[in-house]
């Protein structure tokens, strides 16, 4: 029972470096969200998609980029890795219908991937 | 816009004694509400939620919470705090549909 499953979980790059994080989900949750954590600031909503096709800015879209090509994988993608983009990035999903012992709209988070940019 | 603030940055209780957490938010609707707890180098934790009927809502690690519409907060409650209890603990507030939006976390130390 993986649920939300992230990778990579460490990364360090340089600036100006490329990469992609990635999130996989195997609840059949129709959203998908990005959020980054930093010290004093909360979870700050990066993108997030309702759906497989379709993407959404949220709170801090700057530098980053996402896909969403198939329903259970959400994409984040930095195309030049700046030092301010040193964070701790977390991925969820949650469902549009109630399930069990999950309401709509509840979040199931992943373990988090932790960037830094040198 | 949505909003959620935690008025405390920081928190201090003895071991044992009781805990409360506030937040407040600012939502046009009845929103969903949750809180989660993350340790150190952990991921969240659901702790508890509400979405309607009983404004007084159980959650794990005997944790509750309490949904006031007149004072648009959703402050979390524990009777007696145990040391397992210091983490940083995030409430959260969503409209149907939507993301979820987060308060910038109170972190609770526990002293024995």
């Known amino acids: 029972n993986a649920g939300v499953t992230q990778t990579p979980k460490f990364r360090v790059l340089k600036t100006g470096q490329s990469m992609t994080l990635l999130c996989a989900q195997d609840m059949n949750h129709e959203y998908m969200y990005w959020y980054r954590q930093d010290p004093g600031m909360g979870l700050r909503l990066i993108h997030y998609?309702?759906?497989?096709?379709?993407?959404a800015k949220g709170e801090v879209p700057d530098g980053y980029n996402v896909s969403r090509l198939k329903k259970q994988n959400f994409l984040l993608g930095l195309e030049s890795a700046a030092p301010s983009q040193t964070s701790v990035y977390f991925c969820?999903?949650?469902?549009?219908?109630?399930?069990?012992?999950?309401?709509?709209?509840?979040?199931?988070f992943g373990e988090g991937s932790r960037l830094t940019v040198l | 816009a949505q909003s959620v603030t935690q008025p405390d940055i920081h928190i201090t209780v003895s071991e044992g004694a009781s805990l409360e957490l506030r937040c407040n938010y600012s939502y046009g609707a009845t929103p969903y509400l949750f809180w989660y707890v993350q340790s150190p180098g952990q991921g969240l934790q659901l702790l508890l939620k509400y979405f309607s009927g009983d404004t007084l809502v159980q959650g794990i690690k005997g944790f509750e919470a309490e949904f006031k519409r007149s004072q648009s907060s959703f402050n979390l409650r524990k009777p007696s705090v145990h040391w397992s209890d210091a983490a940083e603990y995030f409430c959260a507030v969503a409209e149907a549909g939507t993301a979820l939006i987060f308060g910038k976390g109170t972190t609770l130390s526990v002293s024995s």
């Open positions: 969820a999903s949650s469902s549009t219908r109630t399930s069990g012992g999950a309401r709509s709209g509840e979040l199931f």
């Open positions: 998609s309702v759906g497989e096709g379709t993407t």
